[in-house]
């Protein structure tokens, strides 16, 4: 169970409010989709799970199997399961592919990560991704097109097998085979794994066609507004986040 409870948060350099009485929970095998105009706070979430250092959070907890995650590391986040596929993966110099998500393995499993069980899945997981084999040789990223990022970022997640997956902005940078691609990936590791979750921070609903979502998030100014199922992400789609603002704001004043 992944559980956000009342999180308030801010940014470190401004204290500026980003998300404000945020909850949200995430039950073992469901997905749900969080979507939102830009500024609403849908990426700080992602990075705020994560740990990154430009936002505190000032009230509430994360919790992920009962633990506690808030207040923890980065990596210690990592190494409890929980997976961010991050919407502009960055450059590694290097670092190579398979030297990173080996060493990861290793952590995980004290060093008993099998070379060649090990090399041979990397191989057959870059060829269901349709990314050359030399790419476990080369720099994380590096030379990557955007969407060939986000195929890598994906590799990443069917090496290391998370428990809970953060998908932020998934079909960026995406054309409509690579994003097809990406979402058979996915769904597949989703169907071998049942009791995996998945948060997915997206704009628009063509990715929740692809991976569909239990529930749908609307968020406005920090926090949820709105949950529905996939029909909240057609209607959003169809006729603006301001127009269903409208008429949320309309049926509550009946």
Do not use: W
């Amino acid at each position: 169970m992944f559980i956000i409870d009342k999180i308030n948060v801010k940014t470190k350099d401004s204290g500026k409010e980003i998300l404000k009485d945020f909850s949200l929970t995430i039950k073992p095998g469901e997905i749900h989709a969080i979507m939102g105009p830009n500024g609403v706070g849908k990426s700080t979430l992602s990075k705020v799970i994560m740990a990154h250092p430009d936002y505190i959070i000032t009230s509430g907890t994360i919790k992920y199997k009962d633990q506690t995650i808030n207040g923890l590391l980065t990596d210690e986040i990592a190494r409890n399961g929980i997976y961010l596929l991050m919407q502009d993966p960055a450059i590694i110099e290097g670092v190579s592919n398979s030297e990173c998500l080996r060493t990861a393995l290793n952590e995980r499993n004290d060093n008993n990560t099998n070379l060649y069980t090990f090399i041979t899945k990397m191989k057959n997981e870059l060829e269901s991704l349709k990314l050359p084999s030399d790419i476990m040789h080369q720099s994380i990223n590096k030379g990557l097109s955007g969407g060939e990022r986000k195929k890598n970022e994906v590799l990443g997640l069917k090496i290391l097998k998370p428990s809970f997956i953060i998908l932020d902005e998934l079909d960026s940078g995406l054309d409509v085979d690579s994003l097809k691609v990406v979402a058979n990936n996915i769904n597949k590791y989703l169907n071998e794994n049942k009791n995996t979750s998945v948060l997915i921070i997206t704009h628009y609903s063509r990715i929740l066609d692809l991976i569909k979502p239990n529930y749908v998030h609307q968020m406005e100014d920090g926090k949820i507004i709105k949950t529905g199922d996939i029909d909240l992400a057609k209607e959003i789609e169809k006729i603006g986040y301001s127009r269903v603002n409208e008429i949320k704001e309309s049926e509550t004043n009946e």
